[in-house]
Every structure is written in structure tokens, then in C-alpha cells.
């Protein structure tokens, strides 16, 4: 007979207002990010802002294609820029803004399952943590890391002979 585990994590909800300076250009950054998505198929627009450990922020939006799934979530569109084009950068925090078209209020969305796998594979391969700022309805934030939004990751430690 099986026996029975519970996985329980910790995040922090926070008012925008309650976020340090850099938190808060992050989550900006995020919002302005939104606007450049490519999203005539679902009308629902993401912006992320990676924060590296130099300062730089790279930002990253949403890009569908008729041909689905050959569009990009923002989130990856973001990090597979700095792998391509900061190789060996640290990312310190990734913020995340979504809404649908012609919404006034921010909805609660965070990174989808294969953006949680690439930004796990970030983080592994930097040794540090990536702290995710997601924004929700009503000004608020929650702050959490990526590890605790995928339990039971497939990391390289899963491909050892």
C-alpha cells in the first residue's frame, strides 16, 4: 500500500507599494512588457522583465503563431534572449505581468509548465535561486521561487546512468 506525502510551499503577497525600488521597476517593466506581446489568437497578453545580477533588465512578451504551439510564452522569450545573448549572467528576479485585451485589471498568471521547467533549468545551472514577482488583481504581488512552483522538477539529475 502507498503511503501519502504533502508538499506545501510559502509565498508573500504584497501591495506594489510594499516592493523595494527595484522590485518595483521590475513589476513596471513587466507591465510595459505586455504591450509588445503578439497575441491576435488568444487576446490574452504576457510581459515578464528578467532582472540580472549586472542590473540589466531584459524583458520578454508573449509571440502566438496561427501554427499552434509555435509561439513563445513571455517568460522564455525573455530567458532564451540572456542565454543567447548574456551567457553565464545570473537572473536574480523574473517579474510577470498578464492580462486579457482590453482588461483594466491585471490577472493572476503565473509561469506556465514549460516556463517553470526552463526557468528551473536556469536556476540549476547558476546554483542560485530565481525569485519570481507575479503580479495579481488589485495592485497586489506575490513573490515565491521557481522551485516552489514545480515540485518534483525534471532537472539533470534525472538523466544520470
Known amino acids: 500500500m502507498g503511503r501519502k506525502i504533502k508538499y506545501e510551499f510559502e509565498a508573500e503577497i504584497f501591495n506594489i507599494d510594499e516592493l523595494n525600488e527595484i522590485e518595483t521597476i521590475l513589476v513596471c ?3 510595459e512588457a505586455l504591450n509588445n506581446a503578439y497575441a491576435p489568437y488568444s487576446d490574452f497578453f504576457v510581459g515578464a ?3 540580472l ?8 512578451s508573449n509571440q502566438e503563431n496561427a501554427a499552434y504551439p509555435s509561439g513563445l510564452c513571455a517568460e522564455r522569450v525573455a530567458l532564451f534572449h540572456i542565454g543567447a545573448n548574456y551567457p553565464g549572467k545570473v537572473i536574480l ?12 485589471e491585471y490577472v493572476q498568471a503565473g ?3 514549460s516556463c517553470r521547467q ?3 533549468e536556469y536556476r540549476n545551472n547558476q546554483k542560485q535561486p530565481i ?5 495579481q488583481p488589485d495592485n497586489e504581488v506575490i513573490k515565491t521561487e521557481v ?5 518534483f522538477a525534471f532537472g539533470k539529475n534525472s538523466l544520470l546512468k
Not at 528576479?93 to 483594466?104: C, D
Not at 522551485?147 to 515540485?151: E, F, I, M, R, V
Open 53 to 60: 545580477e549586472d542590473g540589466s533588465i531584459v524583458l520578454g
Open 93 to 104: 528576479k523574473i517579474a510577470v505581468a498578464a492580462k486579457p485585451k482590453n482588461a483594466i
Open 147 to 151: 522551485n516552489d512552483l514545480l515540485p
Open 118 to 120: 526552463v526557468i528551473f
Open 49 to 51: 522583465a528578467v532582472l
Open 131 to 135: 525569485n519570481l514577482l507575479l503580479v
Open 29 to 31: 517593466k513587466a507591465k
Open 111 to 113: 509561469p506556465c509548465g
